[in-house]
């Protein structure tokens, strides 16, 4: 079970590693600067060529915007196209281990650990997913993204937050809008921390980069041009430091339902940034727990992926 990290990775590494090895596949993790992708490979080979010798395909790509999960999908038809031509009728799924619109393993993790939280589910749930502050790097969008379509899904009252300038993907934010509808749920969208604390049940305050900047990344990208990917890095973070003031510390904790919300976080968070050390001392073992549901996701992922009408079988 080979994953191909473009991108750095702790937990999801983990994860899939723990999975794989549970079903009784063995995991490899691949770097993916270490391909040949970087010379040129398309993926579709890069598919076909990991494919050929697999029982499953992690994929992590996730810092351009509209290139990820475009990759993602190349791969599998480079993995289908090769299985169909050789007459092989092994199953090769793809697992999304994040892409620029959505990290599915990990909001998935997320709704699980909320379930478990909140177990007469999360319908009139306020949900607050806010930007806040990183000095770190520009980080991807997905996260929230994925958190408000999903969440959105679930009948939970929605309020996503940041700066003038930090908006996501429009499709993601219609697909929200969409699901909140068809769930009885709600999708609002603020620029004040505050008012999305405000009331809320659980917090998922995070950083994400300014959407222009994202989308210069990826001309600058197409072009193979390190040295204007290094600018435009060094821009997002000038613009991230303008908004320093968006941590979640223990004043805004305080606004929220009962003054006890649930802090949510994917992790690594930016400690004394994105959050107080106060604040996320008291949710250490939350935001773990919350990680380990990871573990399950991707289990479920590839059994589902694996075996043709497993609901059935079970
Ligand atoms: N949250 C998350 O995906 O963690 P890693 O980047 O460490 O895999």
Known sequence: AY????????????AWA?????????????????????HGETAEETGAMLGMNAHALGVRHDLILGEGNRFMRAVQQG???????????????????QCDIDHPTQVLADLMWLRERFPEGLRGRKIAMTWAYSPSYAKPLS???????????EGAEVVLAHPPGYTLMPDTLETARKHAQASGGS?????SMDDAFAGADAVYPKS???????????????????????????RALARNASHRDWICDERRMGLTKGGDA??????????GDEVTPGVMAKHKV???REANKKLYVIMALLAVGKHPELAKRL
């Open 3 to 14: 994953a191909l990290f473009f991108d750095n990775s702790t937990r999801t590494k983990s």
């Open 208 to 234: 994400w980069g300014p959407y222009d900047l994202m989308l210069e990344r990826v001309d600058a990208n197409r072009a193979r041009d390190k040295a204007r990917m290094g600018e435009i890095e060094k």
């Open 262 to 271: 649930l802090y949510l976080h994917c992790l690594p968070a930016d400690i």
């Open 18 to 38: 723990g999975a794989a090895s549970r079903l009784g596949m063995r995991p490899v993790i691949v770097d993916g600067s270490s391909t040949q992708v970087e």
């Open 187 to 191: 999708f609002t969208v603020t620029d």
């Open 286 to 288: 939350n935001v773990a």
């Open 143 to 153: 996260v929230p993204q994925g958190v408000a379509m999903l969440m959105t899904r």
């Open 79 to 97: 993995i289908a196209d090769y299985l169909a031509a050789t007459r092989d009728a092994r199953r090769v799924p793809v697992v999304n281990l």
